[in-house]
């Protein structure tokens, strides 16, 4: 135990309670954990006081590093292998088919800010649905190549619709970016159908979410607030089970899940066949 101020070993036991019981989760993400616990207040210098005692933390041991992300300072590492076996085992581990091809609804994942991607992956995994992070506005070079997708996929017989589930800030912009993509994609003639699935009015209620105020230098803060009133919510703020659960819930009332599992039976047979092509290679290696 150190000669810290009460309060801010208080954040740091708070924040060790929030990674132990889901973890990695980036600074951000943590901070609003905290303010939504009533912890600190939503405010800068509150935002630096937990950036500096998980500093501290880390340092001293207290919390493991692996507990917190910096999704925006990751390595470009090149993909290696020891030898033919290694990047057979590789090849095997990454093998899946495409549960596309017996679904008739396609399914896309949007989510505004690339600190929580981490979490949307995990869930995303295990159903094949293709995430896209925009950081914001998406470019017309992302917009151009989601058009392209979709295209394909409203060209197979066996698909009929396209959907994609954003989640994003409840902000003046969080909420324009939903009209935008619409817009945009129509310019590009692809109109998939696309719902907010969160952050809304409703989410900010039901679990008390802190609220700062819309930024004045928004143009679209006047508009903004003549609706809903001068509330912003940051996506980050929504604990993260609801986040992963309304994530889930929304891809399963989607997706065909009994296809679905059909195709992952498939692909669990296939894997026994590629299992043992590795074993003959590796039975060539010893000779």
Known sequence: MTGRQEKTQNIIDQAHDILAAFHPMTLRQVYYQLVSRQVIKNSVSSYHAVSKALIDARLEGIIPWRWIE??????????????????????????RRDVWATQTHYLEVWLEKDALSGIFEDVLEEYGVTLNVGRGYDGWSSLYNAAERFQECSERPVRYAVTVLYFGDF???GEDMVRSLRDRLAIL????????????VDDIV??????????TTDTRSQAHIAKHGDVAVELDALPVDILRTRLTDAIEQRMDLTALQVVKDLEASERLKLIEALQYIQGEEEV
């Open 189 to 200: 003639r692809s109109e998939p159908e696309i719902i907010k699935a969160a952050l809304t």
């Open 171 to 173: 902000d003046p912009s």
């Open 206 to 215: 039901q679990y008390s979410l802190p609220s700062d105020f819309t930024k």
């Open 70 to 95: 910096d999704r925006l300072r990751r390595p470009r590492s090149v993909p290696m292998w020891d030898d033919l076996v290694d990047f057979a085992e590789a090849a095997l581990n990454s093998y």
